[in-house]
């Protein structure tokens, strides 16, 4: 027959959540004791709550995922933990899932749950790289003791290296670089005023609050000079500190942004702020991923894009509003000739936001300093390139020495 009746819809479910093999497997060894009871879920757990529209697959998985864990149904733990990495739910929602659970299921739960989901892992060849938590590589998150508080990350050992995210983001923007880097370097991540783990004290804030945000950070890390990386704001706050406080660094890297924004975009930059205040960070949303990250990239890597997306829409709107304001204001371009300091600029062939023009204006007026252009990256050049722009910032690191 060609019609389906409900059974068929559940089956229907059931394969794409678990797979045929398994399906048939339950279906194909059903006998005269629990064939009723194989019908039974098959239509009521697998149509009518699978089939419902309310939630997605991927949140039902993780809801199971939970639930099993809660009540230490291991076998069917693994049976929808195996489905939900075959299905090519990302890890790092599986592991959140296991992190909340560690919290409402227990210790123990959550304990055995990462040993079941690790044991998957490897059989399906998906190991994760190692995370060693012994002093030299471990992360270690605090705050400054100064006002406004910035929380502060650091890893590693060696040279001091600092890194600035751009707006909107926060200090986990450079996790994969930070991880590389801390091989050969101590490294310090932070959270800009009004970002992540930050305060957000009111604003509107200037672009000098930024930097001397980072002047103190820096004086009470006790670790400098350092070799400051700003991308998009933070290369903007990198530019003030190395006008305002060249005695803090001994290298300046620059990355998709600008000294100086034209008459025009203070315009878009008013637009934007209007945005938030009326809609929140949804209202922008969609317009900073297309703005940060090329067409491919979105195309290529929509669980990276989303990932950035969420750290935005989980920014404090008032915050974001108020470095909007720093940001639009920026104007370095002028004094960027008294810098003598060791300086790499490195611009995207596709960004809009920084157009490679702006970090050429930048290049041409810092004696000795040198420009590279990404040819394959936009506005956040060291997610979409993360290998060429770790390769160029390693080449420039080693000529300091």
């Known amino acids: 027959m060609s019609q389906q009746d409900d059974f068929d819809r559940g089956v229907k479910n059931r394969r794409a959540v678990l797979g045929d093999a398994w399906v048939d497997q339950s279906l194909d060894n059903a006998s005269e004791f629990n064939a009723e009871f194989q019908s039974f879920i098959t239509r009521y757990a697998w149509h009518d709550i699978w089939g419902r529209p309310g939630l997605d697959h991927t949140t039902r998985r993780l809801l199971v995922l939970g639930m099993t864990m809660g009540l230490a149904r291991w076998e ?14 990302p890890l790092a929602k599986i592991k959140e899932t296991l992190m909340q659970g560690a919290i409402y299921c227990g210790v123990p739960a959550a304990n055995t749950a990462f ?12 190991t994760p790289p190692r995370q060693p938590l012994s002093a030299a590589v471990r992360v270690a998150t ?10 502060v990350t650091v890893q ?6 600092v890194l600035s995210h751009a707006l909107g983001l926060d200090s986990r923007m450079w996790d994969g670089l930070a991880a590389e880097l801390a091989a050969s370097h101590l ?3 932070y959270d800009q005023r009004g970002h992540g783990g930050s305060a957000a004290p009111p604003g509107p804030y200037a672009i000098d609050d930024l930097v001397d945000d980072a002047a103190r950070l820096i004086r009470e890390w006790g670790r400098g000079p350092v070799v400051f990386v700003g991308l998009s704001m933070g290369g ?5 500190l190395a006008l305002r406080h060249p005695e803090l ?9 600008t000294s100086q924004y034209p008459a025009a975009a203070q315009a878009m930059w008013q637009q934007r702020i209007a945005a938030v205040e009326a809609g929140g960070l949804a209202a922008i949303a969609d317009m900073v991923m297309e703005r940060y990250f090329s067409a491919a990239f979105r195309a290529a890597q929509p669980d990276a894009v989303a990932g950035f997306r969420a750290t935005l829409l989980r920014s404090d709107a008032a915050g974001y509003v108020a470095c909007c304001h720093a940001v639009a204001a920026v104007d370095w371009l002028d004094r960027l000739a008294q810098l003598r300091c060791p300086t790499l600029v490195i611009a995207g062939a596709q960004d809009v936001g920084a157009p490679p023009a702006m970090s050429q204006a930048i290049a041409e007026r810092i004696a000795g300093s040198e420009l590279v252009v990404l040819a394959d990256a936009s506005h956040l050049s060291v997610a979409e390139q993360p290998a060429l722009f770790a390769q160029h910032l390693r080449r420039f690191l080693a000529g300091l020495n």
């Open 76 to 89: 069917e733990f693994e049976l929808h933990c195996k489905a939900c990495i075959r299905a090519g739910v």
């Open 115 to 126: 040993k079941i989901t690790m044991d998957i892992l490897r059989e399906e060849g998906l």
């Open 142 to 151: 605090h705050h400054t003791f100064s006002e406004p508080q910035l929380r």
């Open 156 to 161: 590693g050992q060696g040279a001091p290296v």
């Open 187 to 189: 490294v310090l991540r």
């Open 236 to 240: 903007m706050v990198g530019q003030g």
């Open 249 to 257: 660094l001994r290298g300046l890297v620059l990355a998709n942004t």
